[in-house]
């Protein structure tokens, strides 16, 4: 426009048709410009996926994708078909119990943390801890499978980031052992095995990692763990080589070794403790692994992921951000902020500084300060408007009846941890299916504001989680696993 006056051709009226008609193009030009924005921007804040991908599917197709460095366990859903621990062992939950049971685990990590941070009150309260036929363990849970002893024997356990001591029932199971699918464990056949005494620094560790003070038995330390009233491993504290991999051992671990044992662990023989204190597996390959592990949780029961020890084969787009001081042996990270479809929803950064917030693998759906999670589902419910409002499922409040859909469009969820460290949620991970007709919002909220945040293990599906905890940080790396 401006050659043109410049040029000095001066207002003929052919010249002012040429004018408007290039003001006309380069309007149109700017509503066509507009208009492709508008899709980048959907593109960017929008998922559009096939339904079908949020559905369980009954045939195991391991990820491949991830970690498959010689160092890395895979990592299979407890309850799904690329398990072993399959058939009667496993009763397979439905979504409700799922969610009742995960209510549990989250009550539990409450007392557990009211009784680190000294809240001595919550202690004689067991109402804090509801009576399930030990199911409070969880039912989110995820498997690795490992060697113990010599010859190594196989056992399929439960891998948890929010305990510290890893056990497993032993024979002669002097007072009960449940159903377990491989052939329980046997200190007496092994060559390795070798009992802590009750004077060992080991043995008095297990007062914080337990949170039961350790008893003793002709100068045998013996250890005790509840997961809630019904569910509990009592036994030996033993020595024992733990066989990762061929290529990954460590020998003299310290596990329990339990002879009365009770709870619904869905036939794993026991449980890997992940968790920040001295006895977890964590702290005592601190020599061998430097404190960082990383693990994928799939996308689906019907897949499968890894858990890794050491920095070997990581990632390299990691995004961190700094552990917390605070959570005892839970992972405690900062949350700042929330974007949904691409933008920042209104809640004030006190709230979350308030709350807290933890990391775990065995919660299911991310818990969130009701302020947080009302700004969460009513910005959510905005974008989603075309889709039919249904029933809610349990926890979940934010429910749509999709059984006229294949393909669904959702707005993008990212959150916002300290440092500004911006991660993406897999589509998967905002969403929770109970059949097509009725699929949630996967997030809940806490009763109170007070209470500490969880980030769940659905949110964190299909992304590689990396934990280093000497270098005091957590990471996240989009597609680390399918
Ligand atoms: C470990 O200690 C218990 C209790 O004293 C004993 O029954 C068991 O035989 C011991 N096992 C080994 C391998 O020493």
């Given at each position: ?5 410049e040029?000095?051709?001066?207002a ?8 408007l008609?290039?003001l006309?193009v380069?309007?149109?030009a ?10 980048e921007e ?6 559009t ?8 599917s ?5 990820s491949?994708?991830g970690?498959k ?29 799922t ?11 409450r007392?557990k943390l009211?009784i ?5 009150d ?5 109402a804090t ?7 409070t363990?969880?039912s989110?849970?995820y ?7 010599t010859?190594?024997?196989k056992?399929?356990l439960?891998f948890d ?21 491989e ?11 070798t009992?802590?005494?009750?004077s ?25 763990i ?15 080589k733990l066989?990762?991999?061929?290529k ?12 009365n ?5 869905g ?5 890997i403790?992940?968790?920040?204190d ?12 430097r ?15 890894y ?18 001081t ?8 900062t ?6 479809g691409?933008t920042k929803?209104p809640i004030?950064p ?20 009701p ?16 889709y039919?409002?249904?029933?809610p499922l ?25 440092g ?5 949620i ?16 996967a ?19 299909t992304m590689?989680?990396?934990y280093?905890?000497?270098?005091g940080?957590?990471?996240f ?6």
């Amino acid at each position: 426009m401006r050659s043109i006056i410049e040029r000095g051709e001066m207002a003929s009226s052919h010249s002012i048709i040429l004018l408007l008609s290039f003001l006309f193009v380069l309007s149109a030009a700017r509503i066509e410009s507009a208009l492709e924005t508008n899709e980048e921007e959907e593109v960017r804040h929008y998922h559009t996926l096939q339904l079908s991908s949020l559905l369980p599917s009954s045939v195991c197709n391991p990820s491949t994708i991830g970690n498959k460095r010689k160092g890395s366990l895979e990592v299979v859903h407890k309850h799904g078909p690329c398990s072993s621990l399959t058939g009667d062992m496993v009763k397979p939950l439905t979504v409700k119990e799922t969610m009742t049971h995960d209510q549990s685990r989250v009550d539990l990590i409450r007392a557990k943390l009211a009784i680190n941070t000294g809240k001595k009150d919550l202690l004689g309260s067991k109402a804090t801890i509801p009576a399930k036929s030990g199911s409070t363990i969880g039912s989110g849970n995820y498997i690795v499978t490992v060697g113990l002893g010599t010859p190594a024997k196989k056992l399929s356990l439960i891998f948890d980031t929010g305990s510290d001591l890893t056990w497993t029932q032993c024979q002669p199971c002097a007072r009960s052992c449940y159903n377990q699918k491989e052939p329980i464990f046997t200190p007496s056949a092994s060559t390795t095995y070798t009992n802590v005494s009750c004077s060992a620094t080991e043995c008095s560790s297990l007062a914080s990692a337990t949170g039961n003070n350790p008893g003793c038995s002709v100068s045998t330390c013996l250890y005790g763990i509840q997961y809630g009233d019904q569910s509990f491993s009592v036994g030996f504290f033993g020595k024992e080589k733990l066989t990762l991999t061929p290529k990954d051992v460590v020998n003299g671990f310290y596990f329990g070794c339990g002879q009365n044992n009770q709870g619904l662990f869905g036939g794993a023989a026991g449980l890997i403790g992940l968790g920040r204190d001295k006895l977890s597996i964590v702290s005592q390959t601190a020599n061998k692994y430097r404190k960082v592990f990383s693990y994928c949780l799939p996308s689906r029961a019907s897949s499968t992921g890894y858990l890794t020890f050491g920095s070997g084969g990581m990632a390299r787009n990691i995004k961190y951000t700094r552990l917390s001081t605070q959570g005892g042996s839970f992972y405690g990270l900062t949350l700042t902020a929330i974007t949904v479809g691409g933008t920042k929803l209104p809640i004030s950064p006190g709230v979350f500084q308030t709350s807290g917030i933890i990391i775990d693998s065995g919660t299911v759906i991310t818990r969130l300060p009701p302020t947080a999670y009302s700004a969460l589902s009513s910005a959510f419910r905005t974008q989603m408007k075309k889709y039919p409002l249904t029933k809610p499922l349990s926890i979940l409040d934010t429910c749509y009846d999709l059984s006229n859909y294949q393909m669904i469009t959702i707005p993008k969820i990212s959150v916002i941890w300290g440092g500004n460290t911006n991660v993406e949620i897999a589509p998967q991970g905002i969403l929770y299916a109970n059949g097509v007709s009725q699929v949630c919002l996967a997030f809940a909220a806490n009763g109170d504001d007070s209470d500490i945040g969880i980030f769940g293990n659905v949110q964190q599906r299909t992304m590689a989680v990396v934990y280093d905890v000497a270098g005091g940080k957590v990471g996240f790396a989009p597609r680390g696993c399918t």
